[in-house]
């Protein structure tokens, strides 16, 4: 079995250069920039370092909102969330969509045909997607589509670790 050392030579030698390429090569993803023009209620802003959001959020909620990764569909209980009242961004609070605008769109995530103020959140191009983010922390919430109900037509499917719902208090 003189195959076994190369074998073992060779699989050291990749896994060495792809550390050495990751390390002193790659380049990381550059910072997200805030689109310029876009505003938030109140003027409002929440910044963090990645160190700061790494510690103040879960790992599930980081890797979504800060890393733009999509939760798997029907993960959220929120899907099927329908009692009245609003739904916030948890990175920050800040006020993003009623109950009033909630639809099932049958897709497994949360669903929305309208956000709750115009400026709650801004819209980013994303490959042939609409990405949408929170416009006070900058998180990533989800993505926008034109194949939602009237009077928008809009269909805001977010993920529903991005959001925290405060149902509305019956007096
Ligand atoms: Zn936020």
Request: proline share 9%; hydrophobic share 30%; with cysteine.
């Amino acid at each position: 079995m003189k195959q076994t050392p190369i074998f073992l030579l060779i699989t050291g030698l990749i896994a060495g250069s792809l550390w050495l390429y990751g390390t002193y090569f790659g380049t990381p993803r550059p910072p997200h920039q805030r689109p310029t023009g876009a505003t938030s209620p109140g003027n409002r802003r929440v910044e963090k370092t990645d160190a700061e959001w790494r510690t103040s959020l879960t790992r599930s909620q980081y890797v979504v909102m800060r890393n733009r990764d999509t939760e798997w569909p029907n993960s959220s209980p929120l899907t099927h969330e329908h009692r009245p009242g609003n739904y916030v961004c948890v990175g920050c609070h800040n006020r993003l969509f009623s109950s009033q605008t909630k639809f099932e769109s049958g897709t497994g995530w949360p669903s929305f045909s309208a956000a709750i103020v115009p400026n709650a959140v801004y819209t980013e191009p994303d490959g042939n997607r609409t990405e949408v983010r929170c416009s006070v922390c900058d998180a990533h919430l989800g993505h926008v589509f034109h194949d939602g109900p009237d009077p928008t037509g809009l269909r805001y499917c977010m993920n529903g670790v991005a959001l925290a719902f405060a149902p509305e208090k019956i007096p």
